[in-house]
């Protein structure tokens, strides 16, 4: 049974389409997180939400829209797609925000911008 | 601001050495400390934490991890390498004052452990 999971886990589009990710944790946690990791493999975290609350917005493009229905549930939907969106997304929950809560990831959803 | 700095793009070993895959940081006061594998193709896996108490924190798969204040590093460890320990390692941190529990990862370090 996936702890956390996305989908999908490819995703080939055009420059200029906008495309939906979706996550869900079944962790019972508070706090879920949308990363990205580049071509050169660096990681750099996009937002995060508590309890359905936007905690962390990290100067993301407002292209891109996270949406968090529940706390078991965070999508990622992004407009008008750029070559430069190209990357790996990864969804990640823990069961709290602060102190030295752990991450658990899912697999990741490889975007490919034409 | 807080950071985290892995020096070495890639780490070679040959089976049954000692590793040593090496991480520094910068933040604010103490630091949650972490260390997460990352197998291709799959999400990142946690390895162990660095919380408080002992400087030398034991993980997941023989690895360990040695805090050192002095140098702001938390250098990760295994005695005795694997072929199957190849992967990539990445370093994060947490200010422990966050109340948005922010968590920056390091650049990653790939680990090859060759027969």
């Known amino acids: 049974d996936t702890a956390v999971s996305q989908t999908p886990k490819y995703l080939v589009t055009q420059m200029g389409n906008d495309k939906s990710i979706k996550c869900e944790q079944n962790?019972?946690?508070?706090?879920m997180y949308w990363y990205k990791q580049d071509s050169k493999k660096f990681l750099k975290i996009m937002f995060s939400?508590?309890?359905?609350?936007?905690?962390i917005n990290e100067t993301v493009p407002n292209r891109f829209s996270p949406k968090s229905p529940d706390k078991a549930h965070l999508n990622l939907h992004i407009n008008s797609l750029e070559l430069g969106d190209s990357a790996v997304y990864f969804c990640?929950?823990?069961?709290?925000?602060?102190?030295?809560?752990?991450?658990?990831f899912g697999a990741g959803s490889r975007l490919t911008v034409l | 601001a807080q950071s985290v700095a892995q020096p070495e793009d890639q780490v070679n070993v040959a089976e049954g050495n000692p590793l040593t895959v090496k991480c520094t940081y910068s933040?604010?006061?103490?630091?949650?400390l972490f260390w997460y594998v990352q197998y291709p193709n799959r999400g990142l896996q946690f390895l162990l934490k660095?919380?408080?108490?002992?400087?030398l924190v034991k993980g997941s798969y023989g690895f360990e991890a040695e805090f050192n204040k002095s140098q702001t590093s938390f250098h990760l460890k295994k005695p005795s390498a694997l072929v199957s320990d190849s992967a990539l390692y990445f370093c994060?941190?947490?200010?422990?004052?966050?109340?948005?529990?922010?968590?920056?990862f390091g650049q990653g370090t790939t680990l090859q452990v060759k027969p």
């Open positions: 990640a929950s823990s069961q709290d925000r602060v102190g030295a809560n752990v991450l658990t």
């Open positions: 962790l019972g946690h508070d706090t």
């Open positions: 939400y508590n309890n359905k609350e936007l905690i």
């Open positions: 933040v604010s006061g103490n630091p949650y």
């Open positions: 660095y919380i408080t108490g002992d400087n």
């Open positions: 994060a941190v947490r200010e422990r004052s966050s109340n948005t529990g922010k968590l920056i």
